[in-house]
């Protein structure tokens, strides 16, 4: 074996990753409870998630923010932080142009694209829980009944569809009544809806910085749900047969 094979070998081409400080405490109680808790003091944070995308869009603007293949060669598409920003308070801002009353959750019909990020971070802007539902709800289900139940219980002001063709079938089995359609590729038949595209490019205005100096600690829990299968499947409702 030559030096240079031999070398490939024994090296991978690995960066090393700088890992963080730990120094963890481990606390094990009679029960069988183990408690672990960090020595390290906890630096200072950003209050929530937004106020994280706004920092870096303030820092490092050009600097990549999310990547996702597309298209049929599957090339990259790239979202810089500073583009987020401008697109996340655009999409905050058409969110509060609806005039929903606060609380109103957003429900997100999508597998992970950009389009999810974008509007889950503007939901949590504009102060409205986002609820992404998994897409096997909607694709996968012949007669939607965990997709139902879920809007039964959450009742969303606002729904966003990856792509209007690929949901029909699953908007169509839903009552949405006063309630708001957003597509991102293409619009559903037969089911009034809002092009992404034409909320992103909404005029921001003051109200948004209003509307995200009102999210406190406390809130931002409540601004972020997603809608998994409980422990217990038996709480689904079923068909009778």
């Keep these: 074996m030559s030096g240079n094979a031999a070398a490939v070998l024994t090296k991978p081409a690995f960066r090393k990753i700088e890992w963080l400080e730990r120094d963890i405490a481990v606390e094990r109680r009679p029960d069988g409870v183990i408690i672990l808790k960090s020595r390290i003091p906890l630096k200072p944070y950003e209050k929530h998630i937004p106020a994280s995308l706004?920092?870096?869009?303030?820092?490092?603007?050009?600097?990549?923010?999310?990547a996702q293949r597309a298209g049929a060669e599957r090339q990259w598409r790239k979202l810089s932080y500073g583009d987020a920003k401008r697109s996340v308070d655009a999409l905050t801002q058409g969110l509060l142009n609806l005039k929903l009353p606060?609380?109103?959750?957003?429900?997100?019909l999508s597998g992970n694209s950009i389009e999810h990020a974008l509007m889950t971070l503007a939901a949590m802007q504009a102060r409205f829980p986002a609820a992404p539902v998994s897409p096997a709800y909607s694709l996968m289900s012949q007669d939607h009944l965990k997709?139902?139940?879920?809007?039964?219980?959450?009742?969303?002001a606002v729904v966003m569809v990856q792509d209007g063709p690929a949901?029909?079938?699953?908007?169509?089995?839903?009552?949405?009544?006063?309630?708001?359609?957003?597509h991102v590729a293409r619009p559903p038949q037969g089911i009034k809806s809002i092009a992404f595209a034409e909320l992103t490019a909404t005029p921001v205005t003051q109200e948004v910085e209003q509307s995200i100096a009102q999210i406190t600690p406390d809130t931002t829990a409540k601004l972020f749900s997603p809608l998994a299968p409980p422990a217990c499947p038996?709480?689904?409702?079923?068909r009778k047969s």
Aim: cysteine-free.
């Design 234 to 238: 038996r709480r689904w409702p079923t």
């Design 102 to 108: 606060q609380g109103s959750p957003v429900a997100i």
């Design 147 to 156: 997709l139902k139940y879920l809007f039964g219980l959450i009742k969303p």
């Design 167 to 182: 949901f029909e079938k699953a908007l169509k089995a839903l009552d949405l009544d006063g309630v708001t359609v957003v």
């Design 54 to 66: 706004a920092k870096w869009a303030r820092e490092a603007p050009e600097r990549i923010w999310l």
